[in-house]
Nanobody, 127 residues
Framework: QVQLVESGGDSVQAGGSLRLSCTAS????????VGWFRQAPGKQREGVVG????????YYADSVKGRFTISHDATKNQLFLQMNSLKPEDTAMYYC????????????????????WGQGTPVTVSS
Protein backbone atom coordinates (compact mmCIF):
# COMPACT_ATOMS: atom_id res chain seq x y z
CA GLN A 1 0.00 0.00 0.00
CA VAL A 2 1.38 3.35 -1.05
CA GLN A 3 1.33 6.17 1.42
CA LEU A 4 2.64 9.72 1.09
CA VAL A 5 2.90 11.74 4.29
CA GLU A 6 3.64 15.45 4.29
CA SER A 7 5.06 17.33 7.24
CA GLY A 8 6.62 20.67 8.06
CA GLY A 9 3.62 22.92 7.67
CA ASP A 10 3.36 25.75 10.17
CA SER A 11 2.24 29.32 10.77
CA VAL A 12 4.86 31.92 9.88
CA GLN A 13 5.06 35.62 9.23
CA ALA A 14 5.47 37.05 5.77
CA GLY A 15 9.06 36.90 4.64
CA GLY A 16 9.73 33.73 6.59
CA SER A 17 10.74 30.29 5.39
CA LEU A 18 9.48 26.75 5.74
CA ARG A 19 10.69 23.39 4.54
CA LEU A 20 8.05 20.80 3.77
CA SER A 21 8.82 17.10 3.62
CA CYS A 22 7.02 14.23 1.93
CA THR A 23 7.87 10.70 3.02
CA ALA A 24 6.78 7.71 0.98
CA SER A 25 6.10 4.16 2.03
CA UNK A 26 5.40 1.36 -0.42
CA UNK A 27 6.76 3.54 -3.22
CA UNK A 28 10.15 4.73 -4.40
CA UNK A 29 10.61 8.28 -5.62
CA UNK A 30 13.51 7.21 -7.85
CA UNK A 31 13.03 8.23 -11.49
CA UNK A 32 9.46 9.32 -10.92
CA UNK A 33 7.46 12.37 -11.87
CA VAL A 34 6.51 14.05 -8.59
CA GLY A 35 5.05 17.33 -7.54
CA TRP A 36 3.91 19.69 -4.83
CA PHE A 37 0.45 21.20 -5.03
CA ARG A 38 -1.55 23.51 -2.82
CA GLN A 39 -5.15 24.36 -2.21
CA ALA A 40 -6.33 27.50 -0.50
CA PRO A 41 -9.80 27.67 1.06
CA GLY A 42 -12.43 28.12 -1.63
CA LYS A 43 -9.93 27.67 -4.45
CA GLN A 44 -8.93 24.89 -6.81
CA ARG A 45 -5.86 22.81 -6.15
CA GLU A 46 -2.95 24.25 -8.10
CA GLY A 47 0.48 23.04 -9.02
CA VAL A 48 3.40 24.57 -7.17
CA VAL A 49 6.33 22.66 -8.61
CA GLY A 50 6.89 19.38 -10.40
CA UNK A 51 9.86 17.47 -11.70
CA UNK A 52 11.22 14.05 -12.50
CA UNK A 53 13.56 12.76 -9.82
CA UNK A 54 15.57 11.01 -12.50
CA UNK A 55 16.41 14.29 -14.22
CA UNK A 56 14.90 16.69 -16.71
CA UNK A 57 12.98 19.90 -16.46
CA UNK A 58 11.47 21.38 -13.33
CA TYR A 59 8.11 23.11 -13.59
CA TYR A 60 7.40 25.99 -11.24
CA ALA A 61 4.23 27.99 -10.95
CA ASP A 62 4.99 31.61 -11.86
CA SER A 63 3.85 32.72 -8.42
CA VAL A 64 6.62 30.76 -6.67
CA LYS A 65 9.55 31.04 -9.09
CA GLY A 66 12.67 32.24 -7.35
CA ARG A 67 11.20 31.56 -3.91
CA PHE A 68 10.42 27.83 -3.78
CA THR A 69 12.74 24.92 -4.53
CA ILE A 70 11.94 21.24 -4.88
CA SER A 71 14.48 18.58 -4.00
CA HIS A 72 14.71 14.86 -3.47
CA ASP A 73 16.68 12.60 -1.16
CA ALA A 74 16.85 9.14 -2.70
CA THR A 75 18.46 7.62 0.40
CA LYS A 76 15.66 8.75 2.69
CA ASN A 77 13.00 8.40 -0.04
CA GLN A 78 11.76 11.88 0.66
CA LEU A 79 10.73 14.95 -1.28
CA PHE A 80 11.26 18.44 0.02
CA LEU A 81 9.84 21.85 -0.75
CA GLN A 82 11.94 24.75 0.48
CA MET A 83 9.80 27.85 0.65
CA ASN A 84 11.45 31.23 1.15
CA SER A 85 10.14 34.78 1.20
CA LEU A 86 6.69 33.51 2.05
CA LYS A 87 3.69 35.70 1.32
CA PRO A 88 0.17 35.66 2.76
CA GLU A 89 -1.07 34.38 -0.61
CA ASP A 90 1.01 31.24 -0.07
CA THR A 91 -1.41 30.23 2.68
CA ALA A 92 -2.86 26.84 1.74
CA MET A 93 -2.85 23.14 2.37
CA TYR A 94 0.19 21.68 0.64
CA TYR A 95 0.16 18.23 -0.92
CA CYS A 96 2.81 16.04 -2.48
CA UNK A 97 1.93 13.77 -5.37
CA UNK A 98 3.69 10.98 -7.24
CA UNK A 99 3.43 8.73 -10.29
CA UNK A 100 1.97 10.57 -13.21
CA UNK A 101 -1.12 9.22 -14.96
CA UNK A 102 -0.55 11.24 -18.13
CA UNK A 103 2.10 10.67 -20.83
CA UNK A 104 4.47 13.43 -19.72
CA UNK A 105 5.52 14.98 -16.46
CA UNK A 106 4.75 18.48 -17.72
CA UNK A 107 1.14 17.61 -18.54
CA UNK A 108 0.77 15.66 -15.29
CA UNK A 109 1.79 18.78 -13.40
CA UNK A 110 -0.59 21.00 -15.38
CA UNK A 111 -3.50 18.56 -15.15
CA UNK A 112 -2.84 17.40 -11.58
CA UNK A 113 -2.68 13.88 -13.03
CA UNK A 114 -1.01 11.81 -10.34
CA UNK A 115 -1.92 8.45 -8.92
CA UNK A 116 -0.77 8.99 -5.34
CA TRP A 117 -1.49 11.96 -3.08
CA GLY A 118 -0.69 12.75 0.50
CA GLN A 119 -3.16 14.13 3.04
CA GLY A 120 -1.57 17.55 3.09
CA THR A 121 0.18 19.82 5.57
CA PRO A 122 -1.13 23.32 6.36
CA VAL A 123 0.85 26.47 5.76
CA THR A 124 -0.36 29.81 7.09
CA VAL A 125 1.46 33.03 6.33
CA SER A 126 0.44 36.13 8.22
CA SER A 127 1.19 39.69 7.16
Amino acid sequence: QVQLVESGGDSVQAGGSLRLSCTASGFRFRSQCVGWFRQAPGKQREGVVGFNTGGGSTYYADSVKGRFTISHDATKNQLFLQMNSLKPEDTAMYYCAAERTSPACATAFLDRAFRYWGQGTPVTVSS
